[in-house]
């Protein structure tokens, strides 16, 4: 997914659609990166796993797609961190030969990294 910063760049983010979460969230170090104007947000909100998460603050993000020509505004909830980096371990990419040819949305799924961004339920039926 990439999300565009206050400058109007836009940056490769890791996200996850989380079909079991209210809201979405976004990284401290990205909304950072990202330097877009924060509104005041009190209060926490629940993560992955009914974790409770203390707001940081909320941005409006504006996302594309990396595979498509399809792009939407959303509010994201800053917290400091989202979940563990993801897979637990690098692995060697696998050899699909029957994907081969499709675009996947993270063509680096086998290496251990951070997940920036979280997507809340309302976008699940959008891309399923």
Known sequence: MQVQARDGSYHNIRTLLDQASETTLISE???HILSLPRKHCQGSKT???EKE?????IIKI???SNQEEFSF???AYIVKTLIMNLPSYSFPKPEWPALENLPIADPYLNLRRPVDLLLGVMFSA???
């Open 29 to 31: 170090r990205i909304a």
């Open 47 to 49: 993560g992955i796993g």
């Open 53 to 57: 998460i203390n707001c940081k603050g």
């Open 62 to 64: 504006n996302c594309m």
């Open 73 to 75: 505004e959303t509010n």
């Open 126 to 128: 959008t891309y399923y």
